[in-house]
């Protein structure tokens, strides 16, 4: 049976109500692809592959980090459902960011990431390889659901989880790893709050990878002291 529920999608300073029917599994990114297709043509948002591998359509749904395409309205509740864009990213235009904050932050030189493919299915000479974390899909969530303050300098839980797993898969590495870490915006920056680890769609666990760097510059000082 469907049932009638309110989408409070966040548009500029304020939210707009879009009442939709909901069918069995429908997604928040199936109603606003129906939003869109019949009402609203000017909505904005960002999304690719509609089944969690893109990261591309990262959200805030009732307050919390999720990915749209893997979020089912009704396993929402009966109440009007807000949408919102991520946190600490760059606004475009309604639901959609610019990650480029998580990019940006990402240790120079670490093997983690990996090319995947070329860019738009070109041929070799049509752009550079695309890049991405292992494992990770560069949704941001956890940067989004982090709670510490955007004033505060720090490289993030996507950056330093990379910066673990790279020294895990490159011994040699583990110097400049640590080096990322032990900076002021590295580990110490961090709250402890594991508000990213719960945020993560692919279970990559980065305030566990965080723990991991923290634990190996302890020893590291205690080794030298």
Known sequence: MSRSVILRIARGGAFEDFDIEVREGMTVLDALEEIRGKREPGLRYRHSCHHGSCGTCGALIGGRESLMCLTRIDSLGPGPVTIEPLRKMVR???????PSPLFAALPEGASYLRASGLAHGGPPDDGPDYLRLEACIECGLCVSACPVPEGRPFAGPAALAMADRDREERPEREAAALG???RPEGVGACDRAYACSRACPQGVAP??????LRESLARRASDSA
């Open 92 to 98: 475009l235009g309604d639901i959609a960011v610019d």
């Open 207 to 212: 305030g566990r990878r965080i723990n991991n």
């Open 180 to 182: 990322f870490a032990s």
